[in-house]
T-cell receptor, first 113, second 116 residues
């Protein structure tokens, strides 16, 4: 069974630029999550989708971050404009349903200069 | 406000000995606890979990203990192997009020090094 795929794996941008990350969850998984992991900290949930609807985005900085999940499968997370403090690893995870075990992708390491 | 704390950033253990990783939490509403293992350049992988109605769960070499009165859980690895060297994250969750989401709150992780 293929795991959660993410791209790109690494991205370096300058502050005020925009960036987008892509996630392809495990086939059949209805729930998709985006996490931000800052160096030295644990992952922090940004947004949770159930199929193509948002269930929880209470910790998403909506002035600069946006996310969508088209057709309930792939998802993109966008930052516009980026700030220095956005430097982190962005992890995507999926689960069969909202109660299920979360499977994580390898993450995208973002560096904002 | 850190609701889940792992106060030891690192731990070194000799191969074959027991590794004990600790985690404290503050939110009494947490009803499910998990441990994840993370290797460099990979995402976290689920290791073991425990419901708040239990005080112990065992899976092979891994055992998680939950002390609700102390708001403390620990992960025991016996015997420790060099391949266990990784960052271990403790996570806790509570169902949302709508009953349609289960948000994980992670600790900051403990780097375990098992020395051959």
């Amino acid at each position: 069974e293929a795991g959660v795929a993410q791209s790109p794996r690494y991205k370096i941008i300058e502050k005020r630029q925009s960036v987008a990350f892509w996630c392809n969850p495990i086939s059949g998984h209805a729930t998709l999550y985006w996490y931000q992991q800052i160096l030295g900290q644990g992952p922090k949930l940004l947004i949770q989708f159930q199929n193509n609807g948002v269930v929880d985005d209470s910790q998403l900085p909506k002035d600069r971050f946006s996310a969508e999940r088209l057709k309930g499968v792939d998802s993109t997370l966008k930052i516009q404009p980026a700030k220095l403090e956005d430097s982190a690893v962005y992890l995507c995870a999926s689960s069969l349903n909202w109660r299920g075990e979360q499977f994580f992708g390898p993450g995208t390491r973002l560096t904002v200069l | 406000d850190q609701q889940v704390k792992q106060n030891s950033p690192s731990l070194s253990v000799q191969e074959g000995r027991i590794s004990i990783l600790n985690c404290d939490y503050t939110n009494s509403m947490f009803d499910y606890f998990l441990w994840y293992k993370k290797y460099p350049a990979e995402g976290p992988t689920f290791l073991i979990s425990i419901s708040s109605i239990k005080d112990k769960n065992e899976d092979g070499r891994f055992t998680v203990f939950l002390n609700k009165s102390a708001k403390h859980l620990s992960l025991h690895i016996v015997p420790s192997q060099p391949g266990d060297s990784a960052v271990y994250f403790c996570a806790a969750s509570v169902s949302s009020s709508s009953g349609s989401a289960r948000q994980l709150t992670f600790g900051s992780g403990t780097q375990l090094t098992v020395l051959p």
